[in-house]
């Protein structure tokens, strides 16, 4: 199943390893999102969610060195927020961190599941996330620094 993206700089959101400097969590290819300044990215497709696995999963990392309170990223569950990330120095790692969202609320509906990012003027901030699925447990597994990770969050990647 394909992502459908938008950047409202033009750039593609869905890059391979040699594209940018951030090695996905797994395979050759994640999202990057925001990554300049003023920009709105984002990537979405609809999925149905079956009972057997109503939590989506997903592995991020922030890359920023802006103050909190001015980037964001959010999921959208249709027009619905279900969970936000604020994109700052602070909350930034340099290695891939898994997040759960309960979808149970959704089972056997067809809905638009959406990740975006939006920055401001100043300070660019990054959101990157790949290995999203539906899976059937709410645990976290894995939150400990991966090693397939590059640069400081001090210094964040700019397109």
Known sequence: IYWASYSSNGFANIL??????????????AAWLGGANSETG?????????????????WYQIRSS????YDWATIWANSTAIG?????????????QQWKINLTSY???TIAVQFQANTDSSYVSSFYVDDVSLT????????????N??????NPQTR
């Open 107 to 109: 089972v056997g509906q």
């Open 84 to 96: 936000s990330f604020d994109l700052c120095a602070s909350t930034a790692r340099t290695y891939w």
């Open 149 to 154: 990770t590059a640069g400081p969050p001090e």
């Open 66 to 69: 802006d103050a909190c309170g």
């Open 16 to 29: 391979n390893t040699s594209e940018m400097s951030v090695t996905p969590h797994s395979g050759s290819w």
């Open 136 to 147: 059937s447990a709410a645990l976290v597994v894995d939150t400990e620094p991966d090693t």
């Open 42 to 58: 984002a990537i979405w497709q609809s999925v149905t969610v079956p009972a057997s696995t109503p939590y989506l999963s997903f």
